[in-house]
């Protein structure tokens, strides 16, 4: 997907109606959003087009990935789909509705407001799950939530890791008993290394094949780390990884 597309998308269904140009942090934006349409139409190539296919934009903001898969990757593809984006916050799901109006796709998209960690609010049995930039613990609900459903596919760009995010004391606790220093650039790559460890496993060992790749630059945002999850359900595979995750949660090597 080309990056000046995008933009001129975001621009169209975000920007223009309130009379500014983009920004440069927008910029930005569309670069990972370029991005991650990339590994969407790769991902939907994949699938079979004979089974009507659910993207669920999980932790959507103002939507910019779902409504963008929309008309740019779905519809020229002439796939039999429909998207929903989920954000909890409510003038983010206005702003997504409104720009869903201009957007003018054939793919049908609603925009619903709830907690991602809501069960209720996803559709069953989704075909991709995508989430860009999940802060915290949004993440780790995304992973839950999608492991619980059975999502087929799921595509996760998880940004910063606070003390809410669940693993995170537990990551304090293994710095301090392999000492660690305290300094804060090395004390955080440790603590982030650990808490993406958990999570890997933990899709692995829910049946989950993983790859972890820079979806994008390290220039363009640090957190560029892409989660590329496909639900094969391999139970060797997910026998060492629950030992694995049992080990790390353990703090144990062994």
């Not at 139409?41 to 994949?46: E, F, L, P, S, T």
């Not at 509705?97 to 609010?121: D, F, I, M, N, Y």
């Not at 760009?157 to 990551?171: G, K, L």
Request: with cysteine.
């Amino acid at each position: 997907m080309l990056v000046p597309e995008v933009e001129r998308w975001l621009d169209r269904l975000y920007i223009d109606a309130e009379g500014a140009g983009l920004r440069q942090e927008d910029r930005r934006k569309a670069v990972e959003v370029a991005a991650m349409l990339d590994e969407i139409g790769r991902a939907v190539r994949r699938i079979s087009s004979r089974v009507p296919l659910v993207l669920v934009d999980a932790a959507a903001g103002k939507s910019y990935v779902g409504l963008l898969a929309a008309k740019l990757v779905l519809e020229p593809m002439g796939r039999a789909a429909r998207v929903m984006t989920l954000e909890r916050e409510a003038q983010r799901v206005e702003a997504s509705e409104r720009a869903s109006g201009r957007l003018g796709s054939a793919v049908p998209v609603e925009c619903r407001q709830a907690e991602v960690s809501h069960l209720g609010a996803w559709p069953p049995s989704p075909s991709i799950v995508v989430a860009l930039h999940a802060c915290g613990p949004a993440a780790d609900a995304i992973i839950d939530a999608s492991v619980t459903v059975g999502a087929r596919l799921l595509l996760l760009v998880p940004c910063c890791t606070s003390e809410a995010v669940a693993f995170a004391a537990r990551a304090e606790q293994l710095a301090l008993s392999v000492g660690v220093p305290r300094h804060a650039p090395v004390r955080r790559r440790f603590l982030q290394a650990i808490v993406d460890a958990e999570r890997t496993w933990r899709l692995e060992a829910a049946g989950y094949e993983t790859e972890v790749v820079e979806m994008v630059g390290a220039t363009v945002t640090p957190h560029n780390l892409l989660w590329r999850a496909r639900l094969v359900g391999e139970p060797v595979r997910m026998a060492a990884a629950a030992r694995a995750l049992e080990r790390l949660r353990a703090g144990s090597g062994q």
